[in-house]
């Protein structure tokens, strides 16, 4: 399986480059197209990848080809972290929390001095605990946040599936297919038509009895794929992640245009347009007439999605992640298609084999 990736690539953690050219501007900090990834930045290692891990500045890559293991790229990421056996990670800005067959732990990212784990704890395996098998974050009776106190349970009615965690709420995917939802609610990101937040799993009542396949959160909004591949969003929209019309995406915009142009556009879209910070209810979201939904991921300001044709769009915010992958860095309200990787997937071994996303809190990894 081959990866790609594009966004913000200041520390590496997509390629390593030159960060100024012969003009002296910066160059490799944004990577506008799809760049296929390497173990290690350098291309030092040439393991192939099962799956990645990601956040702002770093970037895991887990292998499972021979031993289990796993490489780090980015930000003072691979300095005394000892990774050999690790099946499964987490990682942040502060913490990497690593799974091994006994196992996890969380090690410090900020601490050059990285000898012992700052907290571990050992997986108990009984009888009654044989079921589908679960990644990270979600471990049985349980999940691992990436910051402390990291073990945090769950009941086990829920029979949790998937579970997805954003800057301060958690969605989970229950065996059924239902949707809960609970942490901070104050942008709407859980679904429950208010702005209250919630201290345990709640149901997400406006879709039961639709069964969900998939969920995904990013800082303060969720989506989720239905079993027919339609895809429902809410929370906050101040970027266009939603995908919905947004007051701040087209007022920048305008910035971008001649200003008496922008006064004229705004005062038409203030007569015909309805724009939406704040979707408190889960909102069915039409990517293209023409096909289904089947995989989706969020940043902290973006959302992605992949359809049954294999291309990918993309929306939201662009300033630096170009989550979208043109030239431009303005932010989207509306669903862009990325040409560069349906040329890619049309000629991949893998075609539109896309199972899964990780996304950094500015950019996008993708595997083919």
């Not at 021979?66 to 499964?88: E, I, K, W, Y």
Request: aromatic share 8%; hydrophobic share 35%; net charge negative.
């Amino acid at each position: 399986m081959r990866w790609f990736g594009f966004g913000f690539n200041a520390f590496g953690q997509i390629h390593a480059a030159d960060l100024t050219i012969d003009d002296g501007t910066p160059n490799g900090i944004k990577v506008i197209t799809p760049r296929e990834l390497k173990c290690h930045v350098d291309g030092s290692c040439c393991k192939k990848t099962s799956g990645l891990r990601a956040s702002w500045s770093r970037r895991a890559s887990l292998h499972s080809n021979g031993a289990p293991s796993l490489c780090l790229a980015g930000f003072n990421a691979a300095r005394g972290v000892d990774v050999t056996g690790c099946t499964d990670a987490l990682i942040g800005e502060s913490f990497l929390v690593l799974a091994f067959p006994d196992r996890f732990e969380s090690w410090h990212m900020d601490n050059d001095e990285k000898t012992t784990p700052v907290w571990s704890m050992e997986i108990k395996t009984t009888s009654d605990s044989a079921g589908p098998s679960l990644n990270l974050p979600l471990i049985p009776d349980g999940y691992i946040a990436i910051n402390p106190p990291f073990y945090l349970p769950l009941s086990p009615h829920l029979k949790a599936t998937r579970l997805a965690v954003g800057a301060e709420h958690s969605v989970l995917l229950s065996a059924s297919g239902a949707v809960y939802t609970w942490g901070l609610g104050s942008h709407g990101q859980l679904g429950h038509g208010g702005l209250s937040s919630e201290e345990h799993p709640r149901v997400v009542e406006a879709l039961w009895g639709m069964t969900m396949s998939s969920v995904a959160t990013g800082g303060w909004h969720t989506v989720c794929v239905s079993d027919g591949g339609d895809l429902y969003v809410w929370g906050w929209n101040e970027s266009g992640q939603l995908g919905l019309p947004s007051r701040g995406v087209r007022s920048g915009q305008q910035t971008q245009s001649s200003q008496a142009a922008a006064d004229n556009t705004l005062e038409e879209e203030k007569e015909k347009d309805v724009f939406i910070s704040i979707q408190a209810f889960p909102a069915l979201l039409d990517i293209t007439p023409s096909c289904e939904v089947t995989t989706v991921g969020c940043g902290s300001r973006h959302t992605a999605a992949v359809t049954t044709t294999g291309d990918l769009y993309t929306w939201g915010w662009g300033a630096i992640s170009l989550s979208f992958a043109q030239v431009s860095t303005v932010s989207w309200d509306m669903k862009h298609r990325v040409q560069t990787c349906r040329t890619m997937w049309s000629s991949s071994q893998n075609n539109r084999c896309v199972s899964s996303m990780s996304h950094v809190g500015r950019g996008i990894l993708l595997p083919l």
